[in-house]
């Protein structure tokens, strides 16, 4: 095969492959029903939240000393008949009619922290050859940020790839805070830095990307960084900054949310209302309970702590988007990177656990019904409907007015945004 005949054949291949992607992915949904939702605020539990022992209660009741396995706390009635919650849900349980716990999530990725988390973010397996952005990205990418006063994405935790906007670019990525009171490292300037310092470094800056531009026109990578540079200086301003006093917020409402962990969620609540359309707070801040959402040893025997903890703030969010007439248009998510197993391992605590676990949906305007999918006695096994990422994914993004046939573009490649996942029908 000459070079000629070899380009030929390489190119036809090519568009061929595209072409079937591209069939592929409208026979997977041929009619797009966009959902109402216009922002997400995702709860994340980092460490993998206990199915058995929040939202998959089963009545069986486990024992640590005696390696006994089952659940560790009793369950309780909800609103919506027939679906319980473990008890120190109380306040979730008042509001379930708001609420989906989907309890048949699961992947094929190694129960490990990181590739889980990945999977979770993703929606893919971790690749050597492409860095897939995060759901907050791809949301950020197709819809922007709802207003001219807020960024599109937003991390209230510590960075990493992961979250981040893969071969989207950095105008997909998000801004990140870990510090509520100041908010976002490196937008607030310094006290002791002038206005005439700050205009003369803006200006040497500016003749440093423009040389850079000159000298390199077609850099996709210098034209990103440029405009998360200026996306840095539009939102430095005291107007955008003022969202971060809570102290704006009644004291009533704030000890509704309880404490740091409420505290951030009410902040995700202000950046929605600014204009944000996608904010993630991480919920694993103190170890309250010794080890996180990583229940091993003694954080399973004070996992109610956390527990609560979410439970206030969760609680809290709903029934103050739901005031603000906000709830339809946002859809809140908690996510964990994988489940717990019933049995206790030798410390008393319990493992990892990905081939079925629970994550939660309330708000969105779906058609929520408290819970849906079936596992079995020790909520391990999938019996009836499960969900797979792609379909988890393609769930969020309906609600989110996004496509999830749509083929994304890293280079020349085309990539579907979901891996060709479904949306959940009992909840559109």
């Known amino acids: 095969?000459?070079?000629?005949?070899?380009?030929?054949?390489?190119?036809?291949?090519?568009?061929?492959?595209?072409?079937?992607?591209?069939?592929?992915?409208?026979?997977?949904?041929?009619?797009?029903?966009?959902?109402?939702?216009?922002?997400?605020?995702?709860?994340?539990?980092?460490?993998?939240?206990?199915?058995?022992?929040?939202?998959?209660p089963k009545p069986t009741m486990g024992d640590p000393k005696a390696k006994k396995p089952g659940a560790y706390y009793p369950s309780i009635d909800t609103v919506v008949p027939g679906v319980r919650v473990c008890e120190h849900l109380t306040r979730t349980a008042k509001l379930m009619e708001h609420v989906t716990a989907i309890r048949t999530v699961n992947h094929n990725v190694i129960d490990e922290h990181s590739a889980a988390d990945n999977r979770m973010h993703t929606g893919r397996l971790t690749s050597g050859t492409i860095q897939y952005p995060s759901l907050g990205s791809i949301i950020a990418h197709e819809r922007g940020a709802a207003s001219d006063k807020a960024p599109a994405n937003v991390l209230i935790g510590y960075p990493s790839t992961s979250r981040g906007p893969g071969f989207l670019g950095a105008k997909s990525g998000y801004l990140y805070l870990?510090?509520?009171?100041?908010?976002?490292?490196?937008?607030?300037?310094?006290?002791?830095?002038?206005?005439?310092?700050?205009?003369?470094?803006?200006?040497?800056?500016?003749?440093?990307?423009?040389?850079?531009?000159?000298?390199?026109?077609?850099?996709t990578l210098l034209a990103d960084t440029d405009a998360a540079i200026a996306e840095a200086r539009r939102l430095s301003g005291p107007a955008f900054m003022k969202t971060f006093d809570l102290s704006q917020e009644k004291d009533n409402l704030r000890n509704e949310y309880g404490g740091e962990f409420g505290q951030r969620v009410l902040l995700a609540r202000r950046l929605v209302e600014r204009g944000t359309r996608f904010v993630e707070v991480a919920h694993n801040l103190n170890f309250t309970n010794g080890t996180?959402?990583?229940?091993?040893?003694?954080?399973?025997?004070?996992?109610?702590?956390?527990?609560?903890?979410?439970?206030?703030?969760?609680?809290?969010?709903?029934?103050?988007?739901?005031?603000?007439?906000?709830?339809?248009?946002?859809?809140?998510?908690?996510?964990?990177?994988?489940?717990?197993?019933?049995?206790?391992?030798?410390g008393g605590g319990r493992g990892h656990h990905g081939k079925a676990?629970?994550?939660?949906?309330?708000?969105?305007?779906?058609?929520?019904?408290?819970?849906?999918?079936?596992?079995?006695?020790?909520?391990?096994?999938?019996?009836?409907?499960?969900?797979?990422?792609?379909?988890?994914?393609?769930?969020?993004?309906?609600?989110?007015?996004?496509?999830?046939?749509?083929?994304?573009?890293?280079?020349?490649?085309?990539?579907?945004?979901?891996?060709?996942?479904?949306?959940?029908?009992?909840?559109?």
């Open 1 to 56: 095969m000459d070079r000629r005949d070899f380009i030929h054949r390489t190119g036809a291949a090519a568009l061929t492959a595209t072409m079937a992607a591209q069939t592929r992915a409208a026979e997977t949904n041929p009619i797009f029903k966009a959902g109402k939702a216009d922002h997400c605020i995702v709860l994340w539990l980092s460490g993998g939240m206990a199915q058995i022992d929040t939202f998959d």
């Open 292 to 346: 996180g959402w990583d229940t091993h040893n003694q954080g399973q025997l004070n996992q109610h702590l956390l527990i609560q903890e979410l439970d206030q703030a969760f609680a809290a969010l709903i029934s103050d988007l739901q005031a603000r007439k906000m709830l339809d248009r946002t859809l809140i998510f908690i996510g964990t990177e994988f489940g717990r197993p019933a049995a206790f391992d030798s």
């Open 357 to 428: 676990f629970s994550v939660v949906l309330a708000g969105g305007d779906l058609n929520h019904c408290g819970a849906i999918g079936e596992t079995d006695a020790l909520a391990q096994k999938i019996m009836a409907s499960p969900v797979g990422v792609p379909d988890l994914f393609a769930t969020i993004l309906t609600a989110l007015k996004v496509d999830p046939t749509k083929m994304l573009q890293a280079g020349d490649r085309p990539v579907p945004v979901t891996d060709y996942g479904k949306p959940i029908q009992k909840l559109s």
């Open 178 to 219: 870990t510090d509520t009171t100041s908010g976002p490292r490196g937008l607030a300037r310094p006290t002791w830095l002038s206005d005439e310092r700050a205009a003369r470094r803006e200006k040497l800056l500016d003749a440093a990307r423009k040389r850079q531009r000159n000298t390199f026109p077609n850099d």
